[in-house]
């Protein structure tokens, strides 16, 4: 799971930190001089908003941020300010803050059922609120006027909602972990579980940690490591014997994107509500899906496969940090949107549904095409819509995996730009022809079963001429010589001229 994670984030970072064609956002609305009082209240404002109970704990300053629960009636967090920055500060008091909502709405009892399932469990819990809500743009749309009328109000009317949350979603290379952003740090806690895993394993001995480590850190996040106070020193953990602590934070990254995942598909206006500071909805959510259920279950799989219908699943996580930050540094990503689901029942006729649609049983096609990061979100929204609809159709009695189809016809100019290219899969260079017509346009077609079998994509030109150019073993090339069937736009048997 771990190494699904770190291929998908270590060519994501490098593309973000490194591209030529992406510009980082400005970190000044960040910065300044800010009374730690004011920080406190805002702190205190924003997460009694979000959902934790000041009747049943209380919120102070310490030199570190933690959580302590006497009893779910007493729940007490704390968190850091610094004068020169103000979100650390308020990023630490939402993340204790998730930990105390998990504590406080455990069900009263004394009984060891009724506590925490597990470290992972917990820290998606507070990841959860820190990042999905906390780092969301409708969130500082919700949390902008707090800014102005506690902390400054002429600072903060410099700067929009917009950019704040570029502000704090700001990605750049740290050699600390506990500074890392969220990108940036799955790749800390991966450094650490491969050493850690190795020395108690006798694959690497304890005098040789640090060389490791150096070598691991200029791998993953192209970081020259100074001093190994900077370096392999750095934690407490592993000279407190905390072995196999690390792992446990990247595993609640990985389910608190899952969970907000499912949980965006049972409030399909979740942005809005977070935007309105509406947060009762997803804290009822979490205690109906995580919280009462305590250690009821023997495990963080078991608990997600009974609630969510699957066990953990990295592919949330990917998914979540990939277009967010695509979005945010303006890097094209290659998508397939799914534009047409038939359900075929044997003996019975079609279902045809001219909707966008993304369900969790299709897998990615294997072509895509880069599309801009607008259209993306655009398609993203209207399958949120379309998918409460999907989901009932597809438990319907009599409907077969196998039988469940996903077609999406994606048209591609075959004439490509300088800055784009058509390629496949796991293909390291790409060769870029350019045709004497302009307009020449082709039409890819995907197809995939709703149990996981994809069918050879098929290529579709205007005449054969088009078909005769493009042949790789796993495309079928087609051509229509004088008129275009649309699936989507016409009714069967009908045709249209190009």
């Not at 960040?30 to 704990?57: I, R, Y």
């Not at 900077?230 to 014997?241: E, F, I, R, T």
Request: hydrophobic residues 35%; aromatic residues 8%.
């Amino acid at each position: 799971m771990f190494d699904q994670v770190q291929q998908a984030l270590v060519p994501l970072i490098a593309r973000v930190l490194d591209g030529q064609d992406t510009q980082s956002p400005s970190s000044k609305p960040l910065e300044g001089t800010f009374d730690v009082h004011k920080q406190q209240q805002l702190s205190e404002t924003l997460v009694t908003a979000m959902g934790f109970d000041p009747d049943m704990g209380r919120i102070d300053v310490s030199v570190h941020p933690f959580t302590m629960s006497m009893s779910v009636k007493d729940v007490r967090i704390t968190s850091r300010f610094r004068t020169d920055e103000w979100y650390q500060g308020l990023a630490g008091s939402i993340h204790e803050a998730g930990h105390a909502m998990y504590e406080q709405n455990l069900n009263p009892t004394a009984l060891s059922l009724d506590t925490p399932l597990s470290m992972g469990t917990h820290e998606s819990q507070s990841l959860f609120w820190e990042r999905h809500i906390g780092l969301s743009r409708p969130f500082w749309r919700f949390a902008h006027p707090h800014l102005t009328q506690i902390l400054d109000q002429s600072f903060f009317q410099q700067y929009t909602p917009e950019d704040v949350y570029k502000a704090v979603n700001r990605v750049s290379r740290s050699l600390i972990r506990v500074e890392a952003d969220e990108l940036t740090y799955p790749l800390h806690v991966i450094l650490r579980y491969n050493i850690e895993k190795d020395v108690i394993a006798g694959k690497l001995h304890v005098k040789d940690i640090a060389t490791r480590w150096n070598q691991d850190m200029k791998l993953l996040l192209n970081i020259d490591v100074p001093t190994d106070d900077k370096g392999a020193l750095q934690d407490v953990h592993w000279s407190g014997l905390a072995f196999g602590y690390f792992p446990t934070y990247l595993i609640g990254a990985i389910a608190a994107a899952q969970l907000y995942h499912y949980c965006a598909m049972d409030i399909p206006d979740i942005e809005r509500k977070i935007e309105s500071g509406d947060f009762v909805p997803i804290k009822d959510w979490l205690k109906e899906k995580v919280h009462r259920h305590g250690r009821r279950y023997p495990s963080l799989d078991a608990m997600l496969e009974e609630q969510l219908g699957e066990a953990l699943n990295p592919k949330y996580f990917i998914d979540y940090l990939t277009t967010k930050y695509s979005e945010l540094y303006q890097i094209l990503v290659t998508i397939t949107v799914q534009r047409k689901l038939t359900i075929l029942r044997p003996k019975a006729r079609s279902i045809h549904k001219g909707q966008p649609s993304t369900i969790k049983y299709l897998e990615d096609a294997v072509v895509g095409h880069a599309i801009e990061m607008r259209q993306l979100r655009e398609a993203i929204d209207r399958a949120k819509e379309w998918l409460l609809e999907t989901r009932p159709i597809l438990s319907a009695p009599n409907v077969f995996k196998e039988y469940t189809i996903n077609m999406d016809q994606a048209p591609l100019p075959f004439s490509l730009a300088s800055s784009t290219t058509l390629e496949l899969e796991g293909e390291k260079t790409v060769t870029i022809r350019q045709t004497e017509n302009s307009k020449t346009r082709c039409t890819v077609s995907l197809t995939i079963t709703a149990d996981g079998r994809k069918l050879k994509p098929m290529i579709i030109f205007k005449s054969q001429r088009g078909a005769g150019r493009l042949r790789p073993e796993n495309l079928q090339p087609a051509s229509i010589e004088t008129t275009w069937c649309s699936a989507v736009n016409t009714m069967p048997g009908k045709t249209r001229k190009t």
